[in-house]
Nanobody, 125 residues
């Protein structure tokens, strides 16, 4: 069992940057692949980025590739999402998720076993 708590969301102007974090409880953090998803009002939850257990492999949605960076610090039980060149269409609630079975992470939300409560990111134009 792992509990995930996101933080760092907020309001930022278009073109700006924001870094959100997700802290996990438990001693088996390094055994989980991790992902970030987002959900905007009236839209389905969508994949943003994923990272493997070791952190050596990362994957991104095309919409954020080149602008967002996912990373993890297994010693701190924390996963990060650095977001640069933000656009109004990035506005959403951002969720982190942990996959206890996968090694490399997945873009399918059904693969994830644990979810945080989400943090709001709002990008103004």
């Amino acid at each position: 069992q792992v509990q995930l708590v996101e933080s760092g969301g907020g309001l930022v102007q278009a073109g700006g940057s924001l870094k959100v974090s997700c802290a996990a409880s438990g001693r088996t953090f390094s055994s989980y692949a991790l992902g970030w998803f987002r959900q905007a009002p009236g839209k389905e939850r969508e994949f943003v980025a994923a990272i493997s257990r070791s952190g050596g492999n990362t994957y991104y949605a095309d919409s954020v590739k080149g602008r967002f960076t996912i990373s993890r610090d297994n010693a701190k039980n924390t996963v990060y999402l650095q977001m640069n060149s933000l656009k109004p269409e990035d506005t959403a609630v951002y969720y982190c998720a942990a996959d206890k079975s996968g090694m490399y992470g997945s873009s399918w939300f059904e693969e994830y076993d644990y979810w945080g409560q989400g943090t709001q990111v709002t990008v103004s134009s």
